[in-house]
């Protein structure tokens, strides 16, 4: 018997957590979020980069605010009531670092299939490339894989 299900191969899948900034989803991996907080107060850090201008306390430690609207040639917004600060641990320099992200709205957690993964068209979008792992498809909905560590570097 030829071509059973089991020479099939398991599709690869990863676990993220959609979040809308500005008018794009993106989906980050669920294993580097720590946890999804509601607005706090912010401090100005001065001479800081425009998009990682502030602090804030989660739980007793300072933790930077990264705002990545700048970064994909977005406009700032002011806050809604559906704002979080995405909580993140990312690799950095080898490093971990734990930062918050402005996001929009929160929305689930998926599983996305990352055979489909697919390159960041070459025209007919105004992302940077260099900040995209990928686009990958989510349910029916095609969602970016950001490169957190070049985004905050």
């Not at 007793?60 to 609207?69: F, Q, S």
């Not at 320099?93 to 599983?111: M, N, Q, R």
């Not at 260099?130 to 498809?137: D, N, P, T």
């Amino acid at each position: 018997m030829a071509g059973t299900a089991e020479t099939q191969q398991p599709m690869a899948t990863l676990q993220v957590v959609k979040v809308r900034i500005g008018s794009e989803t993106f989906a980050l991996d669920a294993g580097m979020v720590r946890e999804i907080i509601d607005p706090i107060p912010t401090t100005r850090v001065a001479g800081a980069r425009p998009y990682l201008d502030r602090i804030v306390n989660v739980r007793g430690n300072v933790v930077p605010l990264a705002d990545i609207r700048e970064r994909f040639g977005m406009k700032p917004e002011a806050a809604t009531p559906d704002t979080r600060f995405v909580v993140i641990e990312v690799g950095i320099a080898g490093d971990p670092v734990i930062v918050a992200l402005v996001a929009d709205k929160v929305f689930e957690v998926a599983e996305v299939h990352t055979d489909t993964a697919q390159q960041v068209p070459k025209v007919g979008t105004s992302w940077r490339p260099e900040y995209i792992k990928s686009i990958v498809k989510c349910g029916d909905e095609f969602v970016i894989l950001p490169d957190v560590e070049r985004i905050l570097n």
